[in-house]
């Protein structure tokens, strides 16, 4: 399923000489009204889904380089009207997400056609297992390194426009205004920098 190397998503949190969340983009592919953009805050990789019309569909493979945990982060549907956005998890070719044949509809990109999980069921009937995605404290997959990773999103028609975003950290779920830690030698250079400008201020005084 690996299409293309795209990009190297690295987040680095020197702390203690180690690199936490180090995870490696494969590819990241969209239909026409879907876009995927990854980043870092620090000690964190996050994959942001956004899409301007629907129905869409779009997903991106990944690797991770030592055992980390996939959270839902960010939903911008959530109404009393029905919806089915939906995600999909495959660890290599097993698909870790089966509860509903949303995605198997003939709109959503060949890859990710299939079995998935709807993010929300307001308005759908049957008996559906949704992801509360309030609770971002608890980890929907454990992630091991030596394998691809695939996350996938379908939107089947409502919301026409939103975001679905996903996390991948070594440890609990980073909050999206966490302060990236500096290295030991970071926290040395701000120190002297103040010290500089405290004798500058005596001179100054003098």
Not at 110 to 132: E, F, M, P
Request: glycine share 10%.
């Amino acid at each position: 399923m690996k299409t293309s190397f795209i990009a190297i998503a690295a987040a680095m949190a020197i702390s203690g000489g180690s690199a936490q969340a180090l995870t490696t983009i494969n590819s990241a592919v969209s239909a026409a009204s879907s876009t995927s953009t990854i980043n870092t805050n620090g000690i964190a990789t996050n994959i942001d889904f956004t899409w301007s019309a629907a129905p869409t569909s779009a997903y991106v493979t990944f690797e991770v380089d030592a055992t980390s945990y996939l959270y839902m982060d960010e939903y911008s549907g959530m109404s009393a009207s029905p919806e089915y956005s939906a995600f999909m998890l495959y660890r290599g070719a097993t698909n870790l997400t089966q509860d509903y044949t949303l995605c198997a509809h003939s709109t959503v990109l060949a890859d990710i056609r299939g079995r998935c999980n709807l993010v929300t069921n307001y308005g759908a009937s049957g008996a559906i297992t949704n992801y509360d995605l309030t609770s971002t404290t608890t980890a929907f997959a454990v992630l091991n390194p030596g394998v691809e990773y695939l996350v996938g999103v379908v939107e089947g028609g409502t919301p026409a426009d939103g975001l679905l975003s996903f996390q991948i950290s070594e440890g609990a779920y980073v909050p999206a205004a966490a302060a990236v830690p500096l290295p030991a030698g970071g926290m040395l250079l701000l120190g002297a920098l103040g010290g500089i400008a405290a004798l500058r201020r005596r001179r100054k005084a003098a």
